[in-house]
């Protein structure tokens, strides 16, 4: 084999193999349909039901938009609700390396539910923006249903498994040891403090020529 055919072949595999590199580190979303056992405060007592939770993340821009959709139907109303009477809306729990929680929240149901039948979500979507870089994970948490004039509220109790598992990055590359920076009342303590350094330090100089200043009295 030539030299210039031996530097091609060398080339080709050095290509493949970054390739498979890249394929390797590239993060990757694991995603779940997660049964959840809802347990709901009605207005007219509790009730429950098992509805298969999926979570889905769309990567916009530094942030994730996060899509909750229900299987099944959870609840009930003992009265025909009427086109747009019921309004949903649910939390997020965030774990991992960016522990915290996201409130997602749907439209109103677009045709009416009748009396005494499973009450179906509509897909509930959010914001989320990652403030630590690391793996997270999403998990199912409350969900509120808001209907003529009452609020039910049905909380997971068989501790369901995350729904999706997520590699993030936070903007500025901040790691889970690393504590991030909340907004502007972090830069105003920062100057706060800086403030208070040079009014101590002004003061002590003050203090200083003063002491000289009697001091040559003194002589």
């Known amino acids: 084999m030539s030299y210039r055919n031996r530097k091609r072949t060398a080339l080709a595999a050095a290509a493949a193999a970054a390739g498979s590199a890249v394929l390797i580190a590239a993060p990757a979303a694991q995603a779940a349909v997660v049964d959840v056992d809802y347990q709901c405060r009605t207005p007219i007592g509790p009730k429950g039901a098992v509805s298969p939770i999926d979570i889905r993340a769309e990567k916009s821009g530094s942030a994730y938009r996060l899509t909750m959709s229900f299987e099944k139907g959870v609840s009930s109303s003992p009265v025909e609700l009427g086109k747009g009477a019921m309004n949903p809306s649910a939390v997020i729990e965030v774990g991992g390396a960016d522990p915290g929680e996201v409130r997602v929240s749907g439209p109103a149901n677009a045709e009416a539910i009748p009396a005494n039948t499973p ?27 808001k209907a003529l004039g009452t609020t039910t509220t049905c909380t997971p109790r068989n501790s369901p498994g995350p729904s999706l598992a997520l590699d993030v990055t936070a903007v500025g590359g901040a790691s889970a040891s690393e504590l991030p920076r909340t907004g502007p009342l972090d830069s105003a303590l920062a100057l706060g403090t800086l403030g208070g350094t040079v009014l101590l330090t002004g003061a002590a100089g003050v203090l200083w020529l003063t002491r000289r200043g009697g001091a040559r009295a003194a002589d």
């Open 119 to 145: 009450i179906r979500i509509n897909d509930l979507s959010g914001t989320y923006t990652p403030r630590r870089s690391g793996k997270v994970t999403f998990t199912a948490g409350v969900l509120t249903i």
